[in-house]
């Protein structure tokens, strides 16, 4: 017997991977059952006139347009010529593009979705309509294109709604007022390249849900030279913005989450008359981590930051923030744009590590000054600004130790600090709301509201007083609605009422209830799978993460600097439900970390700090 020498492993794996790739090819060579591909141009998804289909080993001419297979079409396409999307039309299979000439338009309002994998060569987007990328797009040539065509207004323009990946070599060109939209986990990435197209002047939409921020969701090597751009930051969860180049016209932060700067921010100062002015805003609900970066503009522009109702600035500047302005421009702290409006009911929040951050001297309104929430987590105090007659607080002064706050301050304290407020159904008839307070002063007790919709001015109350127990420990507490006559879903409010008679409303928290459910029906949980805290937090240099499960699961967590990289990553496999603590020692630098949680479907981001 003839040992088979190393020589002849190594030319039978050669020939087994040959094979393989043989029949990879002959996969995507060879049209199925049902596949279509184009004769003529133009070929359109409504009609039949340029299709063929291939059926019973053979291209027959077509008789079923593309548009009427629903809910979307699973076969592949051959884009030999030019295809114009003219209605709404779904692909899960593959786009294959043997022609580098080949443009699909995508017109008339229609929304074009691929879920497969998509060869483009040459894709245009008409003013009103949309190209969804759920699935895998791949450009290896340098002359392909993605032409977002311009629109009346801002965001009116062609869009690109991408969920997955578009691996590009070429150019993707956004006219006035078209949009792009990235997911979260989506990227735009290669070797090529993305522009304004004309004029840098003529601007576009950019809304962004990544944890990453710009840098996560376009990764061209050949750069992007974008101006005037209107950005959007929605995500889910925490964000960081990356570093956006050019200039900003206008900047939304409306995810209900903190958004952290991870540079400068520079501002148009130009006012364009379809535009309005440029602004950068912080909706109710969300956060800005200015850190120790400016918000900035030209002299004697229009541009102005919002701080709106409800909101919060945190910033670690060692000049906070300031109204103060030379030249036409505020000229010193984190916010130095042409104006600022900061509202009266938002939160200011100073993270800074120098002696004595000073506050800054800024004009809020519609009350002067005054603000909601005041925080000092800068361990070597804060110093108010001698202006304030004084800092009128009404909602809480946190200052963590062994940090001071200087200056002349009055709180007018709510009466009650609360831990959480949850609410689940119970699977038969009615619905469990449980609070927590973490500590309470002067407080009469409690009501709880009912409303169908999101909205309190059309909640009902559904509850007797339920009093207090105004413990400075805190106390739990629950109520439990049985008034419940139909299915749907439901949102509870709690309202806290002082003894002198201040009331204050928290929530809402929504639950759906099944009152015709069988009695396999199983009830809501008062907690739902998230990543709770780190503690301690800032660290060194270890901090424990507690999370909570729903259920049994693997659970995954993700770690981003503050460019949006991954620097960190690990699996927790097989945890059980409930309560968890895992203490975590990572082999990182100081700064700040964006930790995202990941399990049974769920996810959510904090904030951590590595202190060495």
């Given at each position: 017997m003839i040992k088979p020498t190393s020589d002849d492993f190594f030319k039978k794996r050669i020939l087994l991977l040959w094979a393989l790739l043989s029949l990879i090819?002959?996969?995507?060579?060879?049209?199925?059952?049902?596949?279509?591909?184009?004769?003529?141009?133009?070929?359109?998804?409504?009609?039949?006139?340029?299709?063929?289909?291939?059926?019973?080993?053979?291209?027959?001419?077509?008789?079923?347009?593309?548009?009427?297979?629903?809910?979307d079409f699973e076969g592949d396409i051959y884009a030999n010529h030019n295809i114009n999307v003219d209605v709404d039309f779904h692909i899960t299979g593959d786009i294959i593009s043997p022609n580098?000439?080949?443009?699909?338009?995508?017109r008339n309002n229609a929304a074009f979705t691929s879920s497969g994998n998509y060869e483009l060569r040459q894709i245009r987007v008409l003013a009103g309509a949309k190209f969804v990328n759920l699935g895998n797009v791949t450009a290896t040539d340098t002359s392909s294109r993605i032409n977002l065509m311009g629109g009346t207004s801002m965001g009116a323009g062609g869009v690109l709604e991408n969920h997955g990946i578009i691996d590009f070599a070429g150019t993707l060109y956004a006219y006035q007022n078209a949009k792009i939209i990235s997911k979260e986990g989506a990227t735009i990435t290669g070797p090529g390249r993305a522009s304004n197209y004309y004029s840098y002047n003529n601007g576009f939409m950019i809304e962004i849900a990544n944890v990453g921020g710009?840098?996560?969701?376009?990764?061209?090597?050949?750069?992007?030279?974008?101006?005037?751009?209107?950005?959007?930051?929605?995500?889910?969860?925490?964000?960081?913005?990356?570093?956006?180049?050019?200039?900003?016209?206008?900047?939304?932060?409306?995810?209900?989450?903190?958004?952290?700067?991870?540079?400068?921010?520079?501002?148009?100062?130009?006012?364009?008359p379809a535009r309005g002015e440029p602004y950068f805003r912080?909706?109710?609900?969300?956060?800005?981590?200015?850190?120790?970066?400016?918000?900035?503009?030209?002299?004697?522009?229009?541009?102005?930051?919002?701080?709106?109702?409800?909101?919060?600035?945190?910033?670690?500047?060692?000049?906070?923030?300031?109204?103060?302005t030379v030249?036409?421009?505020?000229?010193?702290?984190?916010?130095?744009?042409?104006?600022?409006?900061?509202?009266?009911?938002?939160?200011?929040?100073?993270?800074g590590n120098v002696p004595n951050q000073f506050s800054g001297c800024f004009t809020t309104t519609p009350d002067a000054d005054t603000v909601n929430d005041l925080t000092v987590l800068n361990p070597n105090g804060l110093t108010l600004c001698p202006d304030f007659y004084p800092l009128t607080i009404?909602?809480?002064?946190?200052?963590?130790?062994?940090?001071?706050?200087?200056?002349?301050?009055?709180?007018?304290?709510?009466?009650?600090?609360?831990?959480?407020?949850?609410a689940y159904f119970n699977g038969y008839d009615s619905v469990v709301i449980q609070w927590e307070t973490q500590s309470e002063t002067n407080n009469l007790g409690f009501y709880v509201y009912r409303s169908e919709d999101s909205q309190d001015a059309n909640a009902i109350l559904v509850s007797p007083l339920i009093p207090s127990a105004n413990s400075s420990q805190g106390a739990v507490y629950y109520f439990e609605d049985k008034e419940?006559?139909?299915?749907?879903?439901?949102?509870?409010?709690?309202?806290?009422?002082?003894?002198?008679?201040?009331?204050?409303?928290?929530?809402?928290?929504?639950?759906?209830?099944?009152?015709?459910?069988?009695?396999?029906?199983?009830?809501?949980?008062?907690?739902?799978t998230s990543f709770i805290r780190n503690y301690?937090?800032?660290?060194?240099?270890?901090?424990?993460?507690?999370?909570?499960?729903?259920?049994?699961?693997?659970?995954?967590?993700?770690?981003?600097?503050?460019?949006?990289?991954?620097?960190?990553y690990f699996t927790l496999f097989n945890r059980s439900e409930g309560f968890h603590r895992h203490r975590w020692e990572p082999q990182l630098g100081s700064g700040i970390y964006l930790v995202k949680f990941t399990a049974n479907g769920r996810s959510n981001t904090r904030k951590v700090i590595l202190a060495k």
């Open positions: 090819c002959l996969a995507y060579a060879v049209p199925q059952e049902g596949d279509y591909q184009t004769v003529s141009t133009p070929a359109t998804v409504s009609g039949v006139a340029g299709w063929q289909i291939y059926q019973g080993g053979a291209w027959v001419p077509a008789t079923v347009p593309l548009s009427g297979y629903l809910p580098t000439g080949t443009i699909i338009e995508v710009y840098n996560e969701a376009f990764q061209l090597t050949g750069g992007a030279r974008f101006y005037n751009v209107s950005y959007v930051f929605n995500g889910d969860e925490d964000q960081v913005t990356g570093t956006l180049p050019g200039t900003v016209y206008s900047l939304d932060v409306v995810s209900g989450h903190t958004l952290t700067l991870s540079a400068q921010v520079n501002m148009t100062s130009a006012t364009n912080v909706h109710e609900g969300s956060a800005l981590d200015v850190g120790s970066y400016i918000i900035s503009s030209q002299n004697n522009g229009t541009s102005v930051f919002y701080l709106d109702e409800g909101a919060t600035i945190i910033t670690a500047h060692a000049d906070g923030i300031s109204s103060h030249n036409g421009k505020i000229d010193r702290g984190s916010i130095q744009t042409n104006y600022a409006v900061y509202s009266s009911a938002a939160n200011y929040t100073y993270s009404h909602g809480v002064l946190y200052v963590e130790p062994p940090g001071t706050i200087t200056g002349y301050y009055v709180v007018i304290t709510l009466p009650v600090t609360l831990s959480y407020l949850n419940l006559y139909h299915d749907g879903t439901y949102h509870y409010w709690l309202q806290d009422v002082s003894i002198s008679g201040q009331v204050y409303l928290h929530g809402p928290v929504m639950v759906q209830v099944f009152l015709t459910a069988d009695g396999n029906y199983t009830p809501g949980l008062p907690f739902d301690p937090n800032p660290f060194n240099p270890s901090t424990h993460l507690e999370f909570y499960l729903e259920r049994n699961a693997n659970v995954t967590f993700e770690v981003f600097n503050l460019k949006g990289q991954l620097v960190d």
